[in-house]
Structure formats: structure tokens, C-alpha cells
């Protein structure tokens, strides 16, 4: 099939759409001990140019939280503030792939960060380092910097500015930084609030629309052929990937008439009772074939609160419902290591359900009740769920991070925050787009206080 008009390839040579920079950006950090206070402008040779690192037997997880004025590092074992980064504006968190570095939306660039967690690999088993957590003084150009999709050991970057997406290994930010010939550009037919997301078969499926309306989504081959294509999905928004078929990649997004699935080549459109049904948020599972959805039925809400969420059923294009009795929002959402659709209501509970069946396993009272706020932008409870087998929920209202034994359904940990936090993301230091699926281990070790 010849390329579609709507879609311009671009070679890594002609970086017309995104630039790639390096250029230093402000912020002060309060380092671990022992590293250095501007790991950014360290000798080269270690990854993030950071020669002061210190081994250790496990990495302990670190929550990136932001704040109105910055972002903080937590160890999520002790609580401890690790650092403290100085940064203006309002500032989204991606998480890069590899486990260790974030991409943060901000404006007109991605910003990389450095979670100062490592792991190396030595032959059949891995070394661990720790080192400070900070802004790397690296970016990546890109008018309105927006959506990050990490999956099969690639990371897509997309530009809502100029429809222009950035592909590259996610181990690419090893050095704490990306060049141009380490990455790919691509551009979509024009500017919209779109996403990307490269497929192990070396295809990108990504969306096309203008900043009026979105209803197409393409799979297209790196030499540029549209291989996959439909037109039924009308204000695309959201993605998920989901576990793989044997004839490859699957991948789900949300319309206003029902989800539609991408699977053994070909996209499937998921039949809904109403008219107008909007799952703008999705959440999957390497290992499940099920994706975890938000359920909106009300075109003309400004702010629709919902109590049911969607368990689509990749394998037979079929959605279920189950009603929670208590709303929630989109940062309420996440999915467990096992496949666990985790979600938090407005009551404070973490509700922890199997996703096949819809039956609720755990709820766990983790905070107050609490309320959406009127802006997006605003602080309220999110969820984020590490490698390590624990949720993370913050509580702005009481300026604390919770963390959650999924498996056991237990409340386990609450830390006090100096600041109030916003956005949060959770690194393990472990690849969080595998190549193939990994054994499970043993989990993450955590020792219970008496009283919490």
C-alpha cells in the first residue's frame, strides 16, 4: 500500500520536526551523600556523566514527585528525601523505559531527569548502583512536548505542536542525554494531540488528525507504507499495550464510539451500548490480555465523574463494566505487576480487582475521601505502581506518599512530604519495556511497622 499523503517520513538526518539539544537548564538539588551536588557537569564515563556512584546489594524504589516550584526524589523505603530539584512551571512526568530516567514534559521540550537508580549487567547477573537524583541539563526539542510511550525496549516521543515523534532505544539516556544519531524522527500529516507507539516488528502506530478533529489511527512500516489503518475512531485519546499475540504487537485507544484494538495485523473496533463512550485512559499488562479503562457516557459533561471503569478483552474485542459506587479520576487509575486493575475512588479506597473476572480482591482504605478538582493541572490523589509488586498513592491533603502491598492488600508505609506533590512517577531502576517477558522473581522486600 503506498504511503498515505497525511503521513511525511522524515530520515534521522533531516531533523526538520524535533531537535535534539543539550542545552543546561536551572535547578538545585540536594544530593545523596556522597554524590556529587551537579551530576549534570560531572566527568564523563559513567552513565549521566556521574563518576561518584555508590554499589549497593538492591535498589530500593524512588518516587519522582513534582510540587509547585520543582520536583522531589523519595526513597520509598525509608522515606527519605533524597533530592530537591528547582524548577518553574507545571511539569508532566514520562517515564523513559529504562527504568532510571524520566522524560518530563515542559513546553516546548522534554527534559531528562536522572532517578540516580542503576543497574548493570554482568554476564548473568546484575550489578547496582545508586547516585544523586537531578536534572541532567539534556533535553530534547519538541513543541508542545507531550505524550512518551515506552514498549519492546523503544521509546516514542510526541509533539502536539508539529505532529512530530522521536523514536529511540530506551537505553538510549544512559549518558544522561540523546544525540540525533541515536534516535529517529517522524512526523505525523499535522499538529495534534496525538500519540505513537513503536511496535516490535519495527512499524509505528500512531495517530492522525489536526488540532480540530482526531478520529484516524495508522500502523505504518519503516519505509513508510500505511500496513494497517482505521478511520473509526473519532476524538482518539489514550493507549495501552497489552500482552502480545503470537502474530505480534497489541495495542488498544480510546475513541468517543468504543475503544478500538490493534491485534494480528488489523484494527478491531470494541461494540459499545452507547452512542457516545470515551475511554480516554487505558492501562495494560505485558502479561494480560486485559486493559484497564476509565468509562465516560456523558458528552456534555465538563467534568464527568464516573463510578464504573472498562476491562476490555483484547482477544475478543469485548468490553465489561464494573461499577465501583464511588467516583474516581484519571490519576487514579494503574495496573499491578500481576495484571491487579487497581483503582482509587473518591471514598480513599484502593480498589485491587481481577482484571478477568471484574471481582473486587483488596480494598484498602489509603486516604480521606477526596474530590476531583475543577483543573486537571491541580493536586489530588495519583496511583503508580512500580516492578517492585507495591502501589504508590499520594494524599496532597495530608502532604504524604502511601505505599500498598498489592498482593496482600495492605497499607504498609506513609511518608510525610514537605511539599505538596502533583505528579508521581515510581523507578525501580529495572528496564520497564522488556524485549520478551522475565521470570518472575522475588519481590521487593519490605518490612512492616507496627501501627500504620
Not at 17 to 25: D, G, I, K, N, P
Not at 82 to 100: H, I, M
Not at 213 to 242: L, R
Request: aromatic share 6%; net charge negative; proline share 6%.
Amino acid at each position: 500500500m503506498p504511503i498515505s499523503p497525511r503521513i511525511v517520513f522524515l530520515s534521522t538526518a533531516v531533523a526538520a520536526a524535533l531537535a535534539l539539544s543539550s542545552c543546561a537548564t536551572p535547578g538545585s538539588s540536594a544530593p545523596d551523600a556522597g554524590s556529587p551536588a551537579n551530576p549534570a557537569s560531572s566527568p564523563a564515563g559513567e552513565p549521566g556523566g556521574n563518576t561518584d556512584r555508590q554499589e549497593v546489594d538492591a535498589l530500593d524504589p524512588r518516587a519522582v514527585l513534582t510540587f509547585d516550584g520543582g520536583l522531589m526524589t523519595v526513597d520509598t523505603e525509608t522515606g527519605e528525601v533524597v533530592a530537591q530539584t528547582e524548577s518553574e512551571g507545571f511539569l508532566r512526568l514520562n517515564n523513559a523505559g529504562d527504568g532510571r530516567h524520566l522524560l518530563i514534559s515542559d513546553g516546548d521540550e522534554f527534559r531528562i531527569f536522572d532517578s540516580g537508580l542503576i543497574a548493570e549487567g554482568h554476564g548473568d547477573h546484575d550489578h547496582y548502583y545508586k547516585t544523586a537524583a537531578a536534572m541532567t541539563g539534556a533535553s530534547i526539542e519538541a513543541p508542545e512536548a507531550a505524550h512518551v510511550v515506552a514498549h519492546e525496549g523503544r521509546t516514542a516521543l510526541f509533539a502536539d505542536g508539529t505532529g512530530g515523534i522521536t523514536v529511540m532505544d530506551s537505553t538510549a539516556f544512559s549518558d544522561g542525554k540523546v544525540t540525533p544519531d541515536e534516535s529517529e524522527e517522524h512526523s505525523a500529516g499535522a499538529a495534534h494531540h496525538g500519540v505513537a507507539v513503536p511496535l516490535s516488528s519495527g512499524d509505528l502506530l500512531l495517530t492522525q488528525g489536526t488540532a480540530e478533529a482526531s478520529n484516524t489511527v495508522q500502523v505504518v512500516s519503516p519505509e513508510g507504507d500505511v500496513v494497517a489503518e482505521t478511520t473509526d475512531c473519532p476524538g482518539v485519546h489514550g493507549e495501552a499495550t497489552a500482552q502480545p499475540t503470537d502474530q505480534g504487537d497489541v495495542v488498544t485507544l480510546g475513541c468517543e464510539n468504543g475503544p478500538v484494538i490493534y491485534r494480528d495485523g488489523a484494527f478491531h473496533k470494541v461494540p459499545v451500548e452507547e452512542q457516545y463512550q470515551r475511554s480516554g485512559n487505558q492501562f495494560g499488562n505485558h502479561g494480560s490480555p486485559i486493559v484497564l479503562a476509565d468509562y465516560k457516557t456523558d458528552p456534555e459533561a465538563e467534568q464527568e465523574r464516573p463510578t464504573r471503569i472498562g476491562l476490555i478483552d483484547t482477544r475478543a474485542a469485548s468490553m465489561t463494566t464494573v461499577d465501583l459506587g464511588s467516583p474516581y479520576w484519571f490519576r487514579s487509575l494503574a495496573r499491578g505487576a500481576d495484571g491487579e486493575a487497581l483503582v482509587l475512588t473518591y471514598d480513599g479506597e484502593l480498589n485491587v480487582l481481577d482484571e478477568e473476572t471484574g471481582a473486587i480482591i483488596h480494598q484498602v482504605k489509603v486516604t480521606a475521601p477526596w474530590e476531583e478538582p475543577e483543573e486537571w493541572q491541580s493536586a489530588a490523589p495519583a496511583v503508580k505502581v512500580g516492578t517492585d509488586g507495591f502501589a504508590y498513592v499520594t494524599e496532597p491533603a495530608t502532604k504524604k506518599l502511601h505505599v500498598i502491598d498489592v498482593a496482600a492488600g495492605t497499607l504498609v508505609d506513609s511518608f510525610d512530604l514537605p511539599e505538596t506533590p502533583v505528579e508521581l512517577a515510581v523507578l525501580t531502576g529495572e528496564e520497564e519495556a522488556p524485549e520478551h517477558d522475565h521470570a518472575d522473581g522475588e519481590g521487593h522486600e519490605r518490612v512492616e511497622e507496627q501501627g500504620k
